[in-house]
């Protein structure tokens, strides 16, 4: 049974890792060398994460088997969603006849924030994971917006323009 929680501190260890080395090869990632980019994004998530606001939520089965996490701030008018993550082999898939297999993590991970990815939402870092979702409806108001992960106070400079 799937569980969900804040992430702990020691679960901030695999969100950093997994965030980081899953987002490496995604074309939004930047043009960071890739003898730096483990200390860039690590830095970087690590500051996103102490943001007022930011939560990280773990998909986990007890004791400690972790799934994957959402990374994101909803405190604000218009949630956004910075990373979200599962590990390869628990990612649900199309079976032959079109059901799916599998729990669905990633939906539970963006209920556990309190996002419903029907509704409008911003999301900072794009994947092809992004892209197929996209593409199949999953996320038909989410839009990108980098900003949102680059300026603490986006969200404020937006509303007030």
């Given at each position: ?11 901030r ?14 074309h939004?990632a930047?043009?960071i ?12 998530i690590g ?5 007022p606001?930011?939560r ?7 004791p400690d ?19 979200v ?6 990612r649900s898939?199309?079976?032959a ?5 599998g729990?669905?993590?990633a ?33 038909p108001?989410?839009k ?6 680059r300026?603490t106070?986006y969200?404020e400079q937006e509303?007030?323009?």
């Open positions: 049974m799937t569980l969900y929680r804040d992430a702990t501190p020691s679960d260890v695999f969100v950093t890792a997994t965030w980081s080395s899953s987002y490496k090869s995604a939004a930047g043009m060398p890739s003898e730096d980019y483990p200390a860039v994004m690590h830095a970087a500051k996103l994460l102490a943001r606001g930011a990280a939520i773990v998909a986990y089965e007890p088997f972790l799934y994957g996490f959402i990374a994101g701030d909803t405190s604000g008018a218009t949630p956004v969603v910075w990373y993550y599962v590990k390869g082999p628990y898939e199309r079976r006849g079109g059901a799916r297999s729990p669905r993590h939906r539970g991970l963006f209920r556990a924030l309190g996002v419903d990815p029907a509704r409008p939402f911003l999301y900072a870092c794009s994947t092809p994971v992004v892209a197929e979702l996209r593409q199949a409806n999953k996320i108001r989410g990108f917006v980098p900003a949102t992960a300026y106070n969200l509303q007030s323009e």
